[in-house]
């Protein structure tokens, strides 16, 4: 193994030559992670006044390979001087320390260009990860979808058959429909609530997806929506509160303007009833027992839709810098003598569910046709953001 490798895009005469390189670099992280080392990776910007050199560790690079590959050819495509070398040695999951080098609190954007988690922290989530999921870390798709339920599980195995499933049962098991440079989709149940919206994106988040949408239902709130009708969020109120001591609740958080304007067309090529508008998210799934408070809520925010996740999700999206959107359908009307009742939803449920998952896969291809290296997310930047993180990075 070689003490350093380094790469400079004028060294290479053609593409191929290139590409071959940045696969030599990225193997040689691999190996030095094997090795029982972080591997370390420095980038010199030329152009850069105030922060010309920039670096950062590592961890199970071969989980996110298809990434380091586009942003290695990125950087060397600006200019950019690029080292690879091991670094520290891997500090083990159960060490006391680990948690002391995984905390948000200490981050420092402005010294973590290269990357926003560090390396102790890519191991523990993508540990948790497999844990979770019952899939290997490798297997994640850029595009990720999250469900609460079953039935979208049955809909993306009869489309995808092959798919890598769980092979244990699992708290969220994940499925994958692998595609070259893991442009396919992954579509994960999360189960019910805010809190498993947030670990799961807690730690999906390491991996840098192109993508992340929640495919859900909801109670509808306005006259004119019926059962079956469709929500495509431009905004959230975030009555989960699960994220509020992490995230300002003043920041507004919205969704990704281009996932929204192809879930849009999607909608009106199929000519089905939808409203665009806030989703509420509360963690109290009995919300209806404290209606008043609620509802009050409900009025003030405009909100055309309730549920128990999308604001969670959102606001993971947003904190982690992945573009991400909500696309629900409605599944009872509480404001309206409409409650979710048990025959009535088993109907809904057998109605819906093929329609809607297309509907996001649909929009989806049409992303990536159009933009096969990744979202524009300035959106979701800061102006001292990671340079590594989408394609107007």
Known sequence: MPDALKLVQDDFSSDEELKKAIDKACDLMEEIYTSGRYPEMIVERSWSKHNPVIDGELAQP?????????????LLGYGAKITIKPSREILPLNNP??????????????????????????????????HYTGTNAADFQRYILFTN???HV?????????????????????????????????????????????????????LRPDAMIMVGHCGGLRNHQDIGDFVLANGYMRAD?????LFPVGVPVSPNYILNRYLKEVLDRHELNHRIGTVYTTANRNWEFSKVRTQQEIHQSRSVAIDMESSTVATNGFRYRIPHATLLCVSDKPLHGKPKLSDDVQSFYQNSKEMHLELVIEALKMVKQTYPEGLPNSSIRAFNEPLMGGSDS
């Open 241 to 245: 509160k699960v994220l509020d001591d």
């Open 97 to 130: 320390a680990l948690f002391d080098n995984v905390d948000e609190d200490d981050w420092d954007i402005t010294q973590k260009k290269l990357f926003l988690f560090r390396a102790e922290r890519i191991d523990i989530s993508l540990d948790r990860l497999q």
């Open 154 to 206: 049955e809909v993306f195995l009869d489309k995808y058959p092959g798919s890598v499933k769980p092979n244990r049962t699992v708290q969220m098991p994940a499925y994958h429909h692998k595609l070259d440079n893991n442009s396919g989709v992954t579509l994960i149940n999360i189960g019910v609530g805010p809190s498993n919206a947030k670990t799961i994106t807690d730690h999906v988040g390491v």
């Open 62 to 74: 071969k989980a996110y390979r298809w990434y380091l590959k586009r942003e290695i050819k990125r």
């Open 149 to 151: 339920y079953d039935m």
